[in-house]
């Protein structure tokens, strides 16, 4: 069965920067688009970046001109960059990705930000 696995998450100051990746193991076929989303406690699940295999993408108002999201269509992978981080951006980051037949998650990295 197919899985995504995330890396990247940790600690960073207000302003710092940090680097998100994901990869889709071997089974996962025909993604079609890849995305990140996150939890903060007690809210809901919201989504941050996502990307099509033709690489239209689409950020959340709260992260645009912060964030940037890309993928390596050959290596089944995403990535998130992030700058300029604030403590609000404090949350459990979920990689996504959609197949014409199913949806897979990831297990989440957790992002802190804090002085």
């Known amino acids: 069965q197919g899985q995504l696995v995330e890396s990247g998450g940790g600690l960073v100051q207000p302003g710092g920067t940090l680097r998100l990746s994901c990869a889709a193991s071997?089974?996962?076929?025909?993604?079609?688009?890849m995305a990140w989303f996150r939890q903060a406690p007690g809210k809901q699940r919201e989504l941050v970046a996502s990307?099509?295999?033709?690489?239209?993408?689409n950020y959340a108002p709260s992260v645009k001109d912060r964030f940037t999201i890309s993928r390596d269509n050959a290596k089944n992978s995403v990535y998130l960059q992030m700058n300029s981080l604030k403590p609000e951006d404090t949350a459990v980051y979920y990689c996504n990705a959609q197949t014409p037949s199913n949806v897979y998650w990831g297990q989440g990295t957790q992002v802190t930000v804090s002085s």
């Open positions: 990307i099509t295999r033709r690489d239209s993408i």
């Open positions: 071997g089974s996962i076929f025909s993604i079609y688009a």
